[in-house]
């Protein structure tokens, strides 16, 4: 037997049990189904409910290691002390992912020193934190440590760097 008499075999037993009629028809539904299933309604209704965080939310990206008060609540911002007050010497280094643009960068957590604490914006994550046993690797700390004051109002939080 040749392959040209498998084929035409073949071929003649699909012949005799379709119709061309039942072939457009199935080519049609298939078109259909194929512009018409992207139109179908999409809720996407809790996206659009939900803004992005900004820099006074304790869920803003930078602050995914940070232990303190948002300074952006006390009269300064995330890179400025509020007035009166002065930047720590020694800071808590986190890594941090900005949903932006998918790079982690690093975030360096100074407290702001000299003033009363401040009272809003209360915020604690532990990104990459360990337990207070091991002090050098734990964030609950008062980073006025090494200044003149150490009275400690708030704490900054900036972008030092990106993270390789
Ligand atoms: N780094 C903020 C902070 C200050 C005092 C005590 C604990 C944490």
Redesign the pocket.
Known sequence: MTIDSVVEKATRSISQRTSRRGVIGRLGQLLLGSTVLPLLPVDRSARADTPEPSETDCDYWRYCAI??KLCSCCGGSMTQCPPGSEPSAIS?IGTCLNPADGRHYLIS?N?CCGMASCSRCACGHSERERPAYNLGLH??????MANTSTA?SC?LSMVVGVAE
Do not use: L, R
Not at 139 to 144: A, E, L, T
């Open positions: 232990d303190g808590w957590y407290d964030n609950d700390v008062n980073w006025c400690y704490t």
